[in-house]
């Protein structure tokens, strides 16, 4: 099972450039490549590339979303311009998620993104859960404490409902 690095950058930017940069983490599923050092030669020396959202596949792809359709309803057929709406959200909401996910562990002080960054996000932003990794404590609802104050004033509106 390969992990998602946060990548994350210490070092002074613009206010411009911290600001939009400190919102995008990158990730990879790899470590990145190292520079080689060769002897002087006639080959050039590779550069380091970093890895974008753009260097991955999809995650979902038209024939993948054909069979869901045809799952749903057999004689159903997708236009284009549908199929390329439906294929950019299921990829933004992986992008966003994993975005979330990563600044969720970035703030966890964690180099890798666990279930729970992915969980925390998607079940406060998004009202899902992930089935088989549900949390072990139990959070019992606090009821606030009632102050006497409190009563008093329940008590009086209370009064005044039985006389009328």
């Given at each position: 099972?390969?992990?998602?690095n946060v990548?994350?950058?210490?070092?002074?930017?613009?206010?411009?450039?911290?600001q939009?940069?400190?919102q995008?983490?990158?990730?990879?599923?790899?470590p990145?490549k190292?520079q080689v050092?060769q002897?002087p030669?006639?080959?050039?020396?590779?550069q380091q590339?970093?890895s974008?959202?753009n260097?991955?596949?999809?995650?979902?792809?038209?024939?993948?979303?054909?069979d869901l359709?045809?799952?749903?309803d057999p004689?159903?057929?997708?236009?284009e311009?549908?199929?390329?709406?439906?294929l950019?959200l299921a990829?933004?909401?992986?992008?966003?998620?994993?975005?979330?996910?990563?600044?969720?562990?970035?703030?966890?002080?964690?180099n890798?993104v666990?279930?729970?960054d992915?969980?925390?996000h998607?079940?406060?932003?998004?009202?899902?859960?992930?089935?088989g990794?549900g949390?072990?404590e139990v959070r019992p609802y606090?009821?606030a404490?009632?102050?006497?104050a409190?009563?008093q004033?329940?008590a009086l509106?209370r009064?005044?409902i039985?006389?009328?």
């Amino acid at each position: 099972m390969t992990t998602i690095n946060v990548l994350s950058q210490d070092v002074a930017m613009t206010s411009q450039q911290s600001q939009t940069q400190s919102q995008q983490t990158q990730f990879v599923s790899q470590p990145p490549k190292q520079q080689v050092v060769q002897q002087p030669s006639n080959q050039q020396q590779p550069q380091q590339q970093q890895s974008s959202f753009n260097d991955f596949p999809q995650f979902l792809t038209k024939t993948r979303l054909q069979d869901l359709v045809k799952e749903v309803d057999p004689t159903e057929q997708l236009d284009e311009e549908v199929e390329e709406m439906l294929l950019q959200l299921a990829d933004d909401f992986v992008e966003t998620t994993v975005n979330a996910a990563c600044l969720l562990a970035k703030h966890r002080h964690a180099n890798t993104v666990e279930v729970k960054d992915v969980q925390l996000h998607l079940e406060r932003n998004w009202n899902m859960w992930i089935p088989g990794f549900g949390t072990d404590e139990v959070r019992p609802y606090k009821r606030a404490t009632v102050t006497e104050a409190h009563k008093q004033r329940l008590a009086l509106i209370r009064k005044s409902i039985k006389k009328y």
